[in-house]
């Protein structure tokens, strides 16, 4: 039987080995094969295919006018989560061990047809000597929240984020997101493709947030684009 130092050390391997894909995928080199899909709002949002699933991963870059550990603090609060990610219905925090974190989140209904989404995610706070932060998550069980035929259960494989110090003035950041999710189940393509989109312009969404800028872009589902 496993001890709780034993379940500790699996968990900080697990994301681990998250972080190191997270560092070797978000960055816009060659052979990551990234594809241009937009620019809107002055956040640049790439995707790239993932043979093995046939879906698509989403990266969103944007600057901030924020320091690095402001804008990891928000995004690292689960009770303002609803702040900036109008998809999800609720966030609750599960458990937490240093910066190890277990969240449950449900989504809202993306689409009429199609069920809600839940999921647990695991996450954890990374940090560079050059000052960038990085948290990492992925999905992962818990068993306080076992698997019910309602919500469905979702995954990310992976999904993070890196905040980037502007090395000439602290008081900006750029931010860059980077994910896949599978809904499981069935979706149509379409509303897959809308919420990645939604995911990417939640880097907007954050950078107003912190800005205190009033957003007159309602972050919604639309489907308009085809990864």
């Not at 594809?35 to 956040?43: A, C, H, T, Y």
């Not at 689409?111 to 000597?129: G, H, W």
């Not at 818990?142 to 019910?148: E, G, L, N, S």
Request: aromatic share 10%.
């Amino acid at each position: 039987m496993n001890t709780n130092s034993d379940r500790i050390t699996e968990l900080i391997k697990f994301c681990d080995e998250k972080f190191k894909l997270f560092k070797s995928l978000f960055l816009l080199e060659e052979q990551n094969h990234w594809k241009f899909v937009e620019e809107r709002d002055n956040i640049v949002i790439h995707s790239k295919l993932d043979e093995e699933t046939g879906l698509h991963y989403i990266r969103a870059e944007g600057e901030v006018k924020a320091p690095a550990k402001k804008v990891y603090e928000l995004l690292d609060d689960e009770t303002r989560v609803l702040e900036w990610d109008r998809t999800i219905e609720s966030a609750n925090l599960v458990e937490k061990i240093g910066f190890l974190k277990f969240s449950y989140l449900v989504a809202k209904k993306p689409a009429p047809l199609v069920d809600r989404r839940d999921m647990i995610l695991l996450s954890n706070k990374y940090e560079d000597t050059d000052g960038k932060i990085f948290l990492i998550g992925a999905t992962y069980p818990h068993p306080k929240y076992p698997i019910q035929q309602s919500p469905v259960r979702c995954k990310i494989p992976i999904g993070g984020w890196a905040i980037i110090p502007n090395q000439k003035d602290p008081n900006i950041s750029t931010i860059v997101y980077t994910g896949l999710v599978d809904p499981s189940g069935w979706v149509p393509k379409p509303v897959v493709n809308a919420f990645s989109i939604h995911q990417a312009m939640n880097v907007r969404e954050v950078r107003n947030l912190l800005e205190g800028t009033k957003n007159n872009h309602h972050n919604t589902y639309s489907s308009h684009l085809h990864l």
